[in-house]
């Protein structure tokens, strides 16, 4: 029987299963040395990602949260993306390409113009991920001063809402 999967604007229900689900991918599976204390968003999810035109989404099955995806507003009719995680054993099975929908659906709705996001050289699927859903490859150079580069980033991205 195939699994239901809703894709929901975050609410703090979902809080701990968000934290644990992108430690363990940046962790475990990535070898980042990285926690919860260096995320400080991760504990204001709603502050920091759900205003303006920003909000953050999961992916659930079964009750269980299996991919995020988030949108910070930096003005100007702009956004980063931000906190792309699906888990590996939903991993090619169309769940990150929904998530990515609807971010793109809500920045129609919000007249966002443009998504940036930042990635690290390290995670050449998502490169493949994001080039073949129409995102642009730029310089750093390029981002708008408002975009918040992570010190992981060095590969940067740009995708034109139509």
């Known amino acids: 029987m195939k699994k239901t999967i809703q894709f ?18 940046q962790t475990q599976e990535f070898g980042f040395p990285i926690s919860l204390k260096d995320q400080p968003d991760l504990e204001n999810i709603p502050k920091v990602y759900q205003v303006n035109s920003g909000n953050f989404w999961v992916a659930v099955a079964d009750k269980k949260v299996i991919g995020t995806i988030a949108l910070l507003d930096i003005g100007n009719n702009q956004t980063a993306l931000r906190k792309m995680f699906v888990d590996n054993s939903y991993r090619g099975k ?8 609807v971010l793109f659906n809500w920045c129609k709705q919000k007249m966002v113009t443009q998504i940036f996001l930042g990635t690290t050289s390290a995670f050449l699927a998502a490169h493949r991920f994001y080039e073949k859903n129409d995102f642009i490859e730029i310089s750093k150079s ?7 580069i992570m010190e992981v980033d060095s590969k940067f991205y740009v995708y034109q809402v139509e």
């Open 8 to 25: 929901i604007p975050y609410n703090d229900l979902y809080k701990s299963e968000v934290i644990s689900l992108i430690l363990k991918i």
């Open 142 to 148: 390029a981002l708008p001063s408002s975009f918040p």
């Open 94 to 101: 169309d769940v990150a390409k929904s998530l990515l929908t």
